[in-house]
């Protein structure tokens, strides 16, 4: 392998690979029609297994589809077709689908176990680039997975081809997941060993802050509560009486309003430009049903309540998520108005 010390601009070569993946995924997106329905529907009423196989780089995609599909709520896992050759289609049982990835879909390995597949009883799925090729012919459905071309300067190391493989199956994997009412509580069930398995099991008191908490109360003025606000690093203050009953927030996203609409009045109390009855957790609640509540609702940060409706601390969707510890210090999020 020749080596060479020409300096060339490597940024743009990997931006450049970017750039004819993404033109890879695109193309690929506006290929999808009925039969990714006709896979997708043959998936979610499967009361089998979802087999995948393929060889070489497919079958590397392959894996990881089936990885993504059993901690998802769909039962999978990947059969090597020359190890099916040799026995192992003892593992196939007639109410299974089977997916079989190639992107030119000649796979001899693969395109060889196609006909003892069905002739067991199992739905056969192909993903190929070409709807004429030889699996998509031995197959009950078949998916067009083809783009432009790949991002391998010789065009021969597959590599936008399996890049769209992949996005694909993650396609069929979140559509089945919403076909299935997939969710918080199922998620913790199948990673009871995975980190945010483990923080999604937790209450939310285990997650939240409770020091140094961004709160003024409801006759500070605006300019307090501003100060206040730019120094808790978490984008919302909360508002409370002398007894800390949570009464409101003001968020970065309140702020904006009032300066757009030229009512920024640095000695105005703060109630009256503020949230009223925000959304909040509660204290004890499960950190599953408030990731819930903040993802519907599209807020970074909540405040979460006691009984009788005193403040009791915050938390911040990051928390939930386990991507480290928020610090409030100049960073920024959406609020719970």
């Given amino acids: 392998m020749a080596c060479t010390s020409e300096r060339k601009d490597w940024l743009a070569l990997a931006r450049e690979v970017l750039d004819i993946e993404v033109q890879g995924l695109e193309a690929v997106r506006d290929q999808l029609d009925g039969p990714f329905i006709e896979a997708l529907t043959a998936m979610a009423r499967c009361t089998g297994r979802v087999v995948i196989t393929g060889l070489g780089k497919s079958g590397l995609v392959g894996r990881k589809i089936a990885a993504t599909l059993s901690s998802t709520g769909t039962p999978s ?12 289609l003892g593992m196939i049982r007639d109410e299974d689908v089977v997916l079989a990835l190639s992107n030119s879909g000649a796979t001899d390995e693969v ?18 680039s070409n709807p004429a090729s030889p699996m998509a012919v031995l197959s009950d459905i078949h998916i067009q997975v083809r783009v432009p071309r ?28 919403e076909w299935k009412s997939f969710g918080k509580d199922d998620f913790k069930r199948f990673h009871p060993g995975g ?19 961004p709160v003024v109360r409801e006759d500070a003025p605006l300019r307090d509560a501003l100060a206040t ?17 949570l009464k409101g927030v003001l968020t970065d996203g309140d702020v904006r309003r009032l300066v757009c609409a030229g009512e920024l009045d640095m000695d105005r ?18 950190s599953a049903r408030v990731l819930d509540l903040m993802e519907r609702s599209q807020i970074t940060v909540l405040p979460v309540v006691r009984d009788d409706g ?4 915050m938390v911040h969707l990051h928390d939930l998520l386990g991507k480290g510890e928020l610090t409030f210090a100049g960073g920024n999020g959406g609020g719970a108005g």
């Fill in 77 to 88: 896992f990947f059969l090597h077709p020359v190890e099916g050759a040799h026995g192992d």
């Fill in 269 to 286: 109390p703060v109630r009256e430009v503020m949230t009223v009855s925000p959304r909040r957790a509660a204290a004890g609640e499960s």
């Fill in 195 to 213: 980190s945010l398995g483990q923080r999604l099991a937790t209450c939310v008191d285990q997650l939240m802050h409770t020091d140094g908490l």
């Fill in 111 to 128: 395109n060889a176990i196609l006909p003892t597949l069905r002739s067991l009883g199992a739905t056969v799925i192909a993903m190929t």
């Fill in 310 to 313: 005193r403040l009791a601390g």
């Fill in 150 to 177: 790949e991002a391998c300067p010789m065009g021969l190391a597959p590599t936008s081809s399996t890049t769209a493989q992949l996005a694909v199956g993650d396609a069929l994997a979140v559509c089945l997941m």
């Fill in 229 to 245: 606000l730019n120094g808790g690093g978490l984008g919302l203050v909360a508002v409370v009486d002398p007894a800390t009953l």
